[in-house]
């Protein structure tokens, strides 16, 4: 019996023969039930026997149980170094990959990112940036207005009053965010991606127009990664005085327009609570698909919004 325990291969055969003698009718339970009427030897040496058979087959069947799982593990073996072909691996957009490298720089020059919510108020849209009620940028063909009065925001510049309000100057901020109009084109889509620059503190710090074009060439020439040809035109916008927009020399001929900019305008700050006789500052803005298509070579701004991954693919975007 002992080695007939010893020398089963299987778990099922193992159970059976234990049924046999364990179980109910088990040929050792018999045996037990007949104890009574054994002398004291007998009974000891049954005891004995009793106690060995069940340790025997508790001994083979963690041994076969040990033989089972090596077994599974042998032959469910995963091998984790296998090469297979890489599919559809994912990429940042290149949209969002522009973002965090400008971010990354205006950080480096001290700006702290805001953002604010796309479905803006007529005050942060319009009126606290000093813009008139005739203003064209309030006109319902250029501008998604809203039943109750709100509009989706057109510039980031509202997020600038939106940081005025909420963290009082001396500030530096940038504003990220999508801005809207109604416009579409080849270089225009309804929704773009705007990015708005401000810094604002005591006049006796001295922040010129010098200073907003240092810093927006830093800016450009970092981000494109290369000296630039940059002029400076006089301009307007209801929110800075003076105004200028800058252009940057594109393809060794062409001039590009890529921000507006100016001193932030006394009336501006007034509105967020600001007195222009201890303060003054630059603030500028610009589209981050406008840069971000000069970067990639890109013609037609609305491939950016189509979600197409064929063209994810094939634009050279992928890491
Ligand atoms: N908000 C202007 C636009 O959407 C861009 C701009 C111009 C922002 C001058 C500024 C600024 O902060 O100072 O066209």
Request: negative net charge.
């Amino acid at each position: 019996m002992q080695d007939k325990i010893k020398n089963i291969e299987s778990l099922e055969e193992l159970q059976s023969l234990y049924t046999a003698t364990f179980g109910k009718n088990g040929t050792m339970t018999l045996r037990l039930r007949e104890m009574s009427k054994m002398s004291a030897d007998e009974r000891v040496e049954l005891n004995k026997e009793n106690a060995t058979l069940r340790e025997l087959f508790k001994v083979r069947q963690t041994e076969l149980e040990q033989a089972a799982l090596m077994q599974k593990l042998k032959t469910e073996f995963v091998d984790v170094t296998l090469d297979t072909e890489p599919k559809n691996r994912g990429t940042l957009h290149p949209l969002t990959e522009t973002l965090s490298q400008i971010g990354a720089i205006l950080e480096s020059l001290g700006y702290t990112m805001w953002t604010g919510p796309e479905i803006e108020d007529d005050w942060h849209n319009f009126t606290a940036l000093n813009t008139p009620s005739y203003h064209p940028a309030r006109d319902m063909q250029d501008s998604f207005f809203l039943d109750n009065g709100n509009v989706l925001r057109t510039q980031t510049s509202a997020i600038q009053i939106r940081a005025m309000e909420g963290n009082g100057v001396p500030i530096k901020m940038f504003g990220v965010g999508r801005t809207y109009r109604k416009e579409m084109d080849a270089t225009h889509s309804p929704m773009f991606g705007q990015i708005e620059g401000l810094y604002v503190d005591k006049i006796d710090a001295h922040i010129t127009m010098s200073d907003l074009v240092a810093t927006i060439r830093t800016m450009l020439e970092r981000y494109f990664e290369r000296k630039l040809e940059m002029r400076i035109r006089p301009s307007y916008f209801p929110f800075t005085e003076p105004s200028i927009e800058i252009d940057i020399k594109w393809n060794g001929d062409r001039w590009l327009e890529i921000a507006g900019a100016g001193m932030v305008h006394p009336n501006v700050l007034r509105n967020c609570g600001v007195n222009p006789d201890e303060y003054q500052g630059f603030a500028f803005g610009f589209g981050w698909d406008r840069i971000a298509m000069l970067k990639f070579g890109l013609d037609d701004i609305r491939q950016f919004y189509d979600g197409d991954v064929r063209w994810l693919k094939n634009s050279g975007f992928e890491a």
